[in-house]
Nanobody, 125 residues
Framework: QVHVVESGGGSVQTGGSLRLSCTASGRAFSTYALGWFRQAPGREREFVAAISRSGGSTLVADSVKGRFTISSDNARNIAYLQMNSLIPEDTAVYYC??????????????????WGQGTQVTVSS
C-alpha cells in the first residue's frame, strides 16, 4: 500500500520561507515521479512543481518560478519544496502527489496516482 505524507507547513509573514517535505512509501522511492499542488479556499487545485523519478527533470509553475524549488533525495526517500519570498497569495493547502511508475513530469493532477493529506501554508501580510 502506498502512503504519501507531507510535512513542513506552517504560518509565516510575507517574505518568509518554508520547506515542505514529502515521503512516499510502498514502492521504491526512486520509481515515483512527484508533484506538488496547492488549493486555496474557493479555488481549484493548482499545479506548483514536479520532479522526475531521477530528479533530473523539474517543472515549476510560472506563479512561483524564481521563488520555489523542487528537489529530491532518492537515497533518503524524500522530496522537498523550498518556498522562499512567500506572499499571501501562496496561502493554501499544499499536496504532494506520486505518479507510479513515474515516466516524467506532469502538471496534470489526473496523472498522479497517490496523494497525501495536505499541509497548510499560511502567509500573512
Amino acid at each position: 500500500q502506498v502512503h504519501v505524507v507531507e510535512s513542513g507547513g506552517g504560518s509565516v509573514q510575507t517574505g518568509g520561507s518554508l520547506r515542505l517535505s514529502c515521503t512516499a512509501s510502498g514502492r521504491a522511492f526512486s520509481t515515483y515521479a512527484l508533484g506538488w499542488f496547492r488549493q486555496a479556499p474557493g479555488r481549484e487545485r493548482e499545479f506548483v512543481a514536479a520532479i522526475s523519478r531521477s530528479g533530473g527533470s523539474t517543472l515549476v509553475a510560472d506563479s512561483v518560478k524564481g521563488r520555489f524549488t523542487i528537489s529530491s533525495d532518492n537515497a533518503r526517500n524524500i522530496a522537498y519544496l523550498q518556498m522562499n519570498s512567500l506572499i499571501p497569495e501562496d496561502t493554501a493547502v499544499y499536496y504532494c502527489a506520486a505518479d507510479w511508475p513515474g515516466d516524467g513530469t506532469s502538471t496534470r493532477p489526473e496523472e498522479y496516482d497517490y496523494w497525501g493529506q495536505g499541509t497548510q501554508v499560511t502567509v500573512s501580510s
